[in-house]
């Protein structure tokens, strides 16, 4: 088995085994076409930066096979448009995407500002911990995680609970996402303090480049 992963601006994340593609959070910052081609999608909340109609539309008309798992929020400005092809996944469900093994961790995006309401927000565990996709949260799955998607800078996080989160996952390595905030500038502070004080390899990649998993 071979398990490529693509790294897209922002938050999408593109996932291939056995020439079977999954695409995670197509979003308003990622590629217009970061879903065509995707024989599964999975959206970890409604946020426009991770959840884009348009987008998802796109991979749905040039894929008549692929589908949708997504919380209650995004399945209902899908499902009439593509009748039993959008399915809707909360914490704790199991299912099969593109060939992928995915379980469902996580309820509710992260505080904002204690003003804003909380939505929900799930994360996404492949293959059993092979890849951890969390959305918006600092979610920690009840398992080991090899690839964490690491959500490195966002309105609701600061460095210090990035740094914590990878050493309460402990992953065997972290991937920069959620980056799009992040300016060029600062990106060496992000790469030495997180690979310094994380405890795993800390890693990122443009958007664009590929590696195996």
């Known amino acids: ?12 994340v593109r996932l291939e085994k ?3 593609v999954l695409v995670v959070d197509p979003g308003g910052f990622s590629e217009p076409d970061a879903a065509v081609g995707a024989d599964a999608i999975l959206v970890t909340h409604e946020h426009p930066d991770h959840f884009d109609e348009a987008r998802l539309r796109a991979g749905m008309e040039a894929r008549p096979g692929a589908q949708i798992w997504t919380l209650r929020s995004v399945a209902e400005k899908l499902s009439a448009a593509f009748p039993g092809r ?24 992260a505080v904002i500002h204690p003003d804003i309401p909380r939505i929900t927000n799930v ?9 951890f996709h969390p959305g918006d ?21 600061k460095i210090a609970e990035v740094i914590d989160y990878v050493r309460e996952v402990k992953p065997s390595r ?36 590929t590696v195996r998993l």
């Open 1 to 12: 088995m071979t398990l490529t992963f693509k790294k897209l601006s922002h938050a999408c």
């Open 18 to 20: 056995d020439g079977q």
């Open 86 to 109: 959008v399915h809707t996944v909360g914490h704790g469900d199991t299912f099969t995407a593109a060939g992928f093994d995915v379980q469902v961790h996580g309820e509710l995006h």
């Open 123 to 131: 994360g996404y565990l492949l293959d059993g911990g092979a890849v």
């Open 137 to 157: 949260a600092l979610t920690v799955p009840d398992r080991p995680v090899e690839t964490l998607m690491l959500p490195v800078m966002a309105p609701w996080n």
């Open 174 to 209: 972290a991937y920069d996402i959620h980056d799009a905030l992040l300016t060029d500038l600062a990106r060496p502070i992000y790469d030495n303090q997180i690979g310094a004080l994380g405890g795993t390899r800390h890693l990122r990649l443009t958007p664009g480049d």
